[in-house]
């Protein structure tokens, strides 16, 4: 929580508090919203964290709609709404006299009760906070009279005058003023003179809560603080009472307030003199008659005065079709009402109208002069205290504003304006006359609240006393602010949500709500909402629908859209059977209510049929003659305040349960029942707020709840047939249908731009952030997010320019941060003060190279020091986001439960024993961060271990036993015996850190923070495929044992002209047919490539899976009965591990494509060797070390902040431990895990095996210096060529600096490297000039990147490759020592796969010691030494031709490498499938074996290791 949070104003459509700055803003509210899909960065985009997480939505004035009100979101981050008008401040200019009291002192009932209300929009020339300023009501003024107040005895009341609801007065429909008794004089005795009764006396609550702010709180305030003894009753009639205390009037037009104080040395405007009007002899204006038709007459006057900025436009009650009044100059005004004045020097309403025109004016000293005239004649009048307040205020003194608020507040607790007033002085931050800052006053507002609400409302919500409608979302919108300042006092968002719901329940319940019984509550508009939405765009046949109907006792084959065109009571339909209903719904949605998609069309007819039994109007808003009559509109209502307000306390409440980490009050009571909180919940708060105000805004929050939805529906077209709509369809439409409300939306226009870039439409997205940039050129999230879709379309230096200027608005960002980092690193720019992460050394701003003083230093520093701290700071609010969410959803008893439906047998004492242990732990408070604990993990973790237990019990029963199982019984006992345990539909998506898995490869993070990012992207994507609708009930069918064949299945979306294609592409036409199957699922569409071609030749089944759903894929995985599922893509772009977290497939595995832990818990096994991935790396081996150590089962031992994993063989991603980095369980190959098909695609002529060694070293020597001079024409012979073929974002700061050491050590040498990026030739230049020096620096040199074929043809040219460090070269690797180069590595970390993929390939060579170092110094001593062997002679060949050859130590090593290589495992891609095969069939017997005993541990191995059979080289040559 901030220090200075935005804390509401007092009525809706106004902006939210600037915490620095003054209570109103203008414009638009800030607020956030829940995480949603990546749309930024290559597959995996923009996630922004509020600056204000919890933040109440702000309120402001109902009668001043500036601006929009609803939430603003970018597709993954949370922002304000954009207002591209200037922060302003308003005042509520009161005009009308005093309302009925409703309570107050005994003595204090105003003269004046006939009131008429405005409203304000803003301008651009005001300067104080809001308030109001009273003026005097027409309908008053034409009755005015002068007779003073008669005593009233404060014992005794009229129910039925006081406006109580009452059986007897079911309607409150009161005849007008008009139809009153003639008898009534209106002049010697006004309607609103007051006088004692003789009915029942009721008491009113006391104001003890005022007592609370006493003379020490308000000094100044100079009315007692006790509370009152009784109401005062008016002499009137029901009619006159009602029109006394909510008068008919029409809705104001556009008010100001007043105008900008001028400044002190400017002089005042000095107004006209006193005249009469025009051809008006001012003796006339002494009868009452021409005072009250003149003073009509200065009301039109002065609405059209207060027209221009500065002035207050009045409502009145003259002819509307009256003709336009010419502006008149504020001195012809002043005359008119001076004269009146004059002559009527005691009337009040003349004298209030005096005040507003001075105080417009600025003559503030002359409206306090009128002010304290009124109050001299009538000391309590409070409209006249209430513009003194203003003065007051304008004049900086508070403390007496206050006390003159206050006052007029307890003389009348149903005087809107003054409450307002008060609440927005008390709420903002102020000056005191030593210059000092008092903080907002948040406890006395509230209880100023606290004491008004208890005056109108009951604990409940329910009304004590009548509120006219037309008044109604006044007491609403107080309500509201209730809330929002209680959750900012508590610090907590929730504890406002009470207030929150009465202010919905009050406009939600029809009139007789306290006589029913049973109010209606705010979860029965709820149900009924969603009760609308699926009958909406559910098939009439649906089953769905007919439970529903059932429920609420309709007959299934009426229950159709036609009743949405009926006038059919729906809240008091569903409120009649709403915990049945309730329990229908949930069951649906697997705990949450089921989501419903609605176009926008559809959304905005909700009304419609919600509110069709009140004439489609909100149901406070409504009247009727009898409980028999229809209910119609109360009469002169414009539900347009009341629908603004709604909406906006709507949008509050959908924030709440939109935002994450909210699990502590993660529900909405029910009648003693809960609807979870989820994200179809805050969907149908949405739906409501947006069809009572819709707002471009509104429309862009639901595009990005809907963008994250994979939930699919049907709807009826424009033509009447149904289509089938997804969310991401949905979120479209809604940004098209906000966007054209306002085409100039930033947020909008980002957001869509989001969806395009996703749907591979970059032109589009491109235009589309441009175009957010105009409307709002300092838009951090635009300018992210159109920084990476350009640097994803390759022109990176472009986007650094964006990520720039983005830093600038947003320095703390952490996707700008990341992507920024991410980009400079791409081209190698380390300017800037890149710094530097974990033990590598230092680039500081000066552009210096240093090593750190000690091993032990990984301060970090930088800008890459800001990434690594911004990343770990997200990763660590995962865990308080996550607190309680555990026990919010079940107890433990529940909890065993699942354990005991997934095992189908009652735990045993140790079982039930061990599972107590690990959850209780969640019902005890402690620091989850502290111990990382992750709550949301080990629910999802345990979701996907009790299927995976139910799925090999089913395997069990299906094929390991022969005895009679539930499973060949009836359909339903068999769903129910192996039912899959869903996910909890009220969980919330895991949110996802900026950095992305990938890009962890190159930078030098401890593994734990590499383990971690894994994790938390594997735990977004199980949360969206476990929570999929399309999932059955039951778990998948496994395949039958492999008696026959055993059927593989790989999944990949770079079967295409691709270095995976390259590398694996003779594996699948290798695979034994006899024993196996395979099949491909190819999620990328065809490049009509060679390789593309072959793969769909060579493969048994090929899927082209490219344009199906994730539901049809997996559908087809089941279908073709795999055994084991091949993983070929991890966090790479394009992969499709929604299709594994769906689990299709009893055993999947990782291979090739994603050198990392994917940390999930739907891989099981990472293909690797013990050089590339070490058995300790991997969290299951140490696991299983420990087991046997100790001898005894794997138990959580207690407290699961140092757990080892679940009661069963998982271990958990979340661990403080830091010495490992893989989740998975090993399968380990016996030489090098890395696949090539380098002897199948690239073997040369003059390698054929026909030909001598001799023959081809001669030729392979002559080859290379061909070539040698091709590319290098301008080199001596001699020269020593280094060369790096790797994508320039693996070169790291150290790996250059050593290189460039190197090439000072190495005279006249050159290092060789490819523009890959073409942008990062300049920086590493620039690089090598500054560290190296000049001569130095011309010895680097650059090519461009070359076709496949070629690129392993001149990669021969090279002496000797050198590795990068932290991210090592992979297909690279293989290509160099292929064509014969030797490369030089450095395994820089002990448990990071990726830094040592090229330590396994060369050690696969027979060669690896020759090649493999283990510390920079080495690396670059190793270099040196090899370079400095080279020497060449001149000699005769067999020909009689001279020839250059070489010798040393490097060049034997290339010799050895070439005549070699065909009897290399590196190169064996037979072998390689065998051993594959091999491992495939021990890992599916482990499973099998498993399936015996479900729970038990898979293995005691942590892994499965593959034993080659044949010799290390097939002819027999030492390694």
Request: some cysteine; proline content about 7%.
């Amino acid at each position: 929580m901030p220090a200075s949070p935005i804390v509401p104003a007092v009525s809706p459509g106004e902006s939210s508090l600037d915490p620095e700055g003054p209570y109103f803003l203008a414009g638009s509210v800030k607020t956030t919203s829940a995480p949603l899909p990546r749309t930024a960065d290559s597959y995996r985009g923009l996630h922004y964290e509020d600056s204000f997480p919890s933040t109440p939505l702000t309120s402001v004035s109902a009668s001043s709609f500036s601006g929009d009100t609803s939430a603003s979101v970018a597709h993954s981050s949370f922002t304000s709404v954009y207002d591209p008008s200037p922060a302003s401040t308003q005042y509520n200019l009161t005009s009308y006299p005093n309302q009925a009291l409703l309570t107050g002192d005994s003595n204090l009932w105003p003269r004046h009760s006939h009131s008429v209300e405005h409203g304000n929009m803003s301008t651009s020339r005001i300067i104080s906070p809001s308030a109001s300023l009273s003026i005097p009501n027409l309908q008053s003024l034409l009755h005015a009279h002068s007779t003073p107040y008669l005593p009233i005895s404060p014992h005794e009341r009229d129910h039925s005058r006081m406006g109580i609801y009452s059986s007897q007065h079911p309607s409150h429909s009161f005849p007008s003023l008009l139809e009153q008794p003639a008898s009534l004089n209106r002049h010697a005795q006004p309607f609103n003179i007051l006088r004692r009764t003789s009915s029942n006396t009721t008491r009113v609550p006391q104001d003890a809560s005022l007592q609370g702010l006493a003379t020490h709180n308000w000094p100044i305030l100079g009315v007692p603080a006790q509370g009152v003894s009784g109401v005062y009753q008016p002499q009137m009639n029901q009619a006159s009472f009602r029109e006394s205390l909510h008068p008919r009037h029409q809705p104001s037009n556009s008010i100001n307030i007043y105008r900008e104080l001028p400044p002190q040395s400017a002089p005042r405007p000095s107004p006209a003199p006193p005249i009469a009007p025009s051809g008006v002899h001012s003796g006339f204006l002494g009868t009452t008659i021409a005072r009250d038709a003149f003073l009509v007459y200065a009301h039109r006057l002065y609405n059209n005065y207060t027209s221009t900025p500065g002035l207050t436009s009045v409502s009145h009650l003259s002819d509307p079709d009256a003709g336009t009044i010419s502006p008149t100059q504020p001195g012809q005004l002043l005359g008119l009402l001076s004269s009146i004045q004059a002559q009527h020097p005691r009337h009040l309403p003349t004298l209030l109208l005096l005040s507003c025109v001075q105080f417009s004016i600025g003559d503030y000293a002359k409206c306090a002069e009128a002010c304290n005239k009124i109050l001299n004649i009538d000391p309590n009048y409070v409209e006249a205290m209430s513009n003194l307040g203003m003065v007051m205020r304008a004049k900086g003194a508070n403390r007496d504003a206050e006390a003159l608020w206050l006052k007029a507040i307890k003389l009348r607790p149903g005087y809107w304006d003054a409450i307002d007033n008060l609440l927005h002085l008390l709420c903002e931050t102020q000056r005191t006359p030593t210059g000092s800052t008092q903080s907002p006053r948040y406890t006395d507002a509230l209880a100023l609240l606290d004491y008004v609400l208890s005056v109108f409302l009951r604990e409940d919500g329910l009304l004590l006393v009548f509120i006219s409608p037309v008044h109604l979302h006044r007491l609403q919108n107080l309500l509201h602010t209730s809330g929002n300042i209680r959750s900012t006092i508590h610090a907590d968002v929730w504890a406002g949500l009470h207030d929150h719901v009465r202010a919905l329940e009050l406009m939600f319940r029809p009139p007789g709500s306290v006589e029913s019984g049973v109010p209606l509550q705010l979860s029965d508009v709820i149900l009924a909402t969603t009760v609308i939405g699926l009958l909406t765009n559910h098939p009439p046949d649906s089953a769905l629908l007919k439970k529903i109907a059932d429920t609420l006792g309709v007959e299934p084959s009426a229950f159709t859209q036609r009743m949405l065109e009926r006038g059919i009571d729906w809240l008091t339909l569903v409120q009649q059977s709403s915990s049945r209903l309730l329990d229908v719904l949930l069951q649906e949605g697997g705990g949450a209510l089921p989501v419903v998609l609605l176009t926008p069309e559809s959304a905005l007819r909700i009304p419609s049929a919600l509110f069709s039994a009140f004439s489609h109007k909100l149901p406070a808003l409504c009247t009727r003659a009898s409980f028999e009559d229809m209910w119609r509109p109360a009469p002169d209502v414009n539900d347009t305040d009341a629908n603004r307000v709604t909406s906006t306390v709507l949008l509050t409440i959908a924030k709440l349960f939109q935002d994450p980490g909210q699990s502590k009050h993660s529900y909405l009571s029910s009648r003693g029942k809960r609807i979870p909180r989820s994200i179809s919940l805050t969907i149908i708060f949405y739906y409501l707020a947006l069809s009572l105000q819709p707002a471009a805004s509104t429309y862009n929050n639901m595009g990005i709840i809907f963008y994250s939805i994979k939930h699919s529906s049907s709807a009826l077209n424009v033509h009447g047939h149904r289509q089938l709509i997804t969310g991401i369809t949905l979120a479209e439409l809604y940004y098209k249908k906000g966007l054209s409300i306002d085409n100039n939306h930033p947020h909008l226009l980002t957001n869509y731009a989001s969806l395009l870039k996703d749907q591979g439409r970059t032109l589009e997205a491109i235009g589309m952030y441009q175009k957010a940039l105009d409307a709002k050129p300092d838009f951090d999230i635009a300018l992210a997010n159109l920084a990476n879709v350009i640097k994803d379309s390759g022109a990176i230096s472009k986007s650094i320019a964006y990520y720039q200027r983005a830093l600038l608005v947003a320095p703390r960002f952490p996707d700008v941060i990341c992507g920024y980092v991410n980009a400079l690193s791409a081209i190698c720019d380390w300017r800037w003060g890149r710094g530097s992460i974990g033990n590598e050394p230092l680039v500081d701003v000066k552009f210096r190279f240093s090593f750190r003083p000690n091993k032990g230093d990984r301060v970090p520093s930088g800008w890459m020091g800001d990434m690594e701290i911004i990343s770990k700071k997200q990763l660590i609010a995962a865990y308080s986001a996550g607190t309680g969410t555990v026990r919010a959803l079940g107890t433990v008893e529940s909890w065993i439960q699942v354990v005991r439906h997934a095992m189908d047998v009652e735990p045993n004492i140790n079982q039930r024993r061990r599972w107590e242990i690990t959850l209780n732990v969640f019902y005890t408070d402690f620091d989850r961060a502290q111990k990382a604990v992750n709550e949301v993990a080990f629910v999802i973790h345990l979701v996907e271990s009790m299927n995976q237990v139910v799925q090999r019990r089913l395997y069990r029963d299906l094929y390991l036993t022969s005895a009679p199982r539930i499973i060949s019984g009836p359909e339903e006992p068999r769903k129910r015996h192996y039912e899959r345990v869903r996910l909890p539909g009220s969980l919330e998506a895991p949110t996802i850190p900026a950095l992305l898995p990938f890009h962890c490869f190159t930078y030098a993070l401890d593994e734990r923070v590499h383990r971690l990012v894994a994790h938390r992207n594997a735990l977004r994507i199980s949360h969206l495929a476990l929570t999929a609708p399309w999932l059955p009930e039951t778990v998948y069918m496994p395949p039958p044992p492999p008696v026959q064949k055993f059927n593989i299945g790989y999944v990949s979306s770079d079967f295409n002209n691709h270095p995976l294609s390259h590398l694996m592409l003779s594996v699948f036409r290798l695979h034994e047919r006899s024993r196996f199957t395979v099949f491909a699922y190819a999620t990328s569409a065809s490049d009509n490539s060679y390789y593309r071609r072959r793969i769909e030749e060579d493969v048994d089944f090929f899927n082209d899976v490219s344009s199906n759903s994730t539901e049809s894929i997996v559908n087809q995985i089941v279908s073709d009965q795999i055994h084991v599922l091949v993983n070929l893509g991890g966090y790479t772009k394009g992969a499709r591990n929604d299709i594994f977290a769906a689990r299709p497939c009893p055993l999947q595995i990782s291979l090739m494509g994603y050198t990392g832990t994917s940390a999930a818990g739907w891989c099981d096994y990472l293909v690797g060797d013990d050089r590339a991935s070490p058995r300790e790396a991997f969290g299951p081996f140490r696991m299983a070390k420990k087991r046997r150590r100790a001898r005894v089962s794997l138990g959580l031992q207690g407290n699961p902040a140092a757990q080892e994993g679940l009661p069963i063989n998982q271990v958990d991603p979340e661990s403080q431990e830091g010495d490992w980095s893989l989740t998975e369980r090993f399968l380990h190959f016996p030489h090098s895990y890395f696949v090539t098909d380098h002897r199948q695609s690239f073997r040369e002529d003059h390698c054929h095996k026909r030909f001598s060694p001799e023959h081809i070293w001669s030729e392979e020597e002559r080859l290379r210096y061909s070539l040698r001079k091709e590319i290098f024409p301008d080199i001596p012979e001699d020269t020593v060529i280094f060369a790096c073929f790797s994508q320039l974002y693996k070169i790291c700061p150290s790996a250059f600096y050593h290189w460039l050491r190197i090439l000072q050590r190495v005279p006249g040498s050159i290092l060789w490297l490819l523009r890959f990026p073409s942008a990062g030739e300049e920086h590493l230049m620039r690089t090598a000039l500054a560290w190296g020096g000049t001569e130095v620096a011309s010895r680097v040199r650059f090519t461009d990147v070359a076709p496949k074929e070629t690129h392993i043809r001149r990669c021969r040219v090279a002496d000797l490759a050198l590795d990068t460090f932290q991210c090592n070269a992979h297909t690279t690797a293989t290509d160099v020592i292929w064509s014969g180069t030797p490369l030089l590595t450095l395994p820089k970390e002990p448990f990071k796969m990726c830094s040592r993929v090229a330590s396994s390939i060369v050690f696969a060579t027979g060669f690896g010691k020759s090649m493999v170092v283990y510390d920079e110094q080495s690396y670059e001593d190793r270099a040196v030494a090899l370079a400095n062997s080279i020497s060449y002679r001149l000699e005769e060949n067999d020909q009689g031709r001279v020839e250059r050859r070489g010798a040393g130590e490097l060049m034997e090593l290339r010799r050895n490498l070439i005549l070699h290589r065909d009897q290399m495992p590196l190169f064996d891609t037979p072998r390689w499938t065998r051993n594959f095969e091999k491992g495939l069939e021990e890992i599916w017997k482990r499973w099998a074996d498993s399936c015996h005993s479900p729970l038990s541990n898979l293995d005691d191995e942590g892994g499965v290791t593959i034993t080659d059979d044949d010799p290390f080289f097939s002819e027999g040559l030492p390694s």
